[in-house]
């Protein structure tokens, strides 16, 4: 069972599921509420679930299709924590990408139905199509897939808003500066995601470079050494705390001294704690470590939206 929890990312699925349901109810649901008379969700519980579950079915078939495809750089890379294969084979790994592919789409498609938002069916297969050619030819590509992935990382923060339009537009109409908070903060956490997930493809490439070199991948430190990536890294590790100093200047006179302090702790601390990490790492290992803190930090990023949503 463990095997199978670490070939499918189920903590990187979980933090997909929360990250839609904290946005949905510790921004959005708190901001409708402040509307005279209250806004009502667009999308009923039920209907919100099977939309979280798609997106969730789309990014586990990306992993399960990344892996296909990986086989021999992971047997170089991280040689404990290959699957297909070993645990299950390339046939039986191929099935599992189709149904969860095909399930991710029936759910999108039930919900669009639904909720009558059909004209914006089409983001589901444009994601499974971007995150199997990231897969295919992308990933070994210099940036190019690590900007798809980061991308589609934005668009599971987006997705929310957009499944919400109609409710964010009559709440608008209603309270323009409660709106105005919930759209910066939407926005926020687009850019965060996109940005940290960049950083964190890079971080990943300099990793992997061992793999990647014997089979021929074109990512940024093989193409342009690991000199200008460690900058690139750091270029992108300014801009989110330059994001992160930005997103809580303006909302600062909304939320209050206290809930502003949070936002420091918990988002702009941290990402000031990787500055030291990234400059000193060197080794496979420190690359590593620096993956893993720097999904700590989106972690810490996302557990602040509750206390957003208190003044939402």
């Avoid at 070939?7 to 402040?34: E, G």
């Avoid at 509307?35 to 078939?61: H, I, K, N, Y």
């Avoid at 909302?251 to 936002?263: I, N, S």
Wanted: hydrophobic share 60%; proline share 4%; with cysteine.
């Amino acid at each position: 069972m463990t095997a199978w929890l670490t070939f499918l990312r189920a903590p990187n699925l979980l933090i997909v599921a929360l990250t839609q349901y904290f946005l949905r109810h510790a921004v959005l649901r708190p901001a409708l509420q402040r509307a005279r008379p209250p806004v009502p969700f667009d999308l009923t519980e039920l209907q919100f679930a099977l939309l979280v579950l798609a997106t969730v079915c789309v990014a586990a078939g990306g992993y399960v299709v990344n892996d296909l495809y990986d086989q021999a750089i992971d047997r170089i890379n991280k040689p404990d924590r290959v699957f297909v294969g070993r645990r299950i084979t390339h046939r039986q790994a191929w099935m599992l990408y189709g149904m969860l592919t095909l399930a991710g789409f029936a759910l999108a498609a039930f919900v669009g139905w639904e909720a009558d938002y059909l004209e914006w069916l089409f983001l589901y297969p444009l994601s499974v199509g971007a995150l199997w050619w990231y897969s295919y030819r992308l990933k070994r590509t210099v940036l190019w897939g690590n900007v798809v992935v980061s991308l589609f990382t934005a668009g599971v923060v987006l997705l929310v808003w957009l499944a919400e339009q109609r409710a964010f537009e009559a709440l608008a109409a209603l309270h323009p500066s409660v709106a105005r908070l919930t759209a910066l903060t939407m926005i926020f956490y687009a850019a965060f995601a996109f940005a940290g997930n960049l950083l964190r493809e890079i971080i990943k490439d300099l990793e992997d470079v061992a793999g990647d070199v014997q089979h021929g991948a074109r990512t940024l430190p093989i193409v342009h050494g690991a000199r200008l990536a460690k900058g690139a890294a750091l270029v992108l590790l300014a801009l989110l705390m330059v994001l992160a100093f930005g997103f809580l200047m303006a909302v600062a006179e909304e939320m209050g001294a206290l809930t502003l302090a949070w936002g420091v702790l918990l988002i702009f601390v941290p990402l000031l704690a990787l500055l030291p990490l990234l400059l000193r790492a060197e080794e496979v290992h420190d690359f590593h470590r620096l993956s893993i803190a720097v999904k700590g930090v989106m972690l810490t990023g996302l557990l602040y939206l509750p206390i957003v949503g208190m003044v939402a």
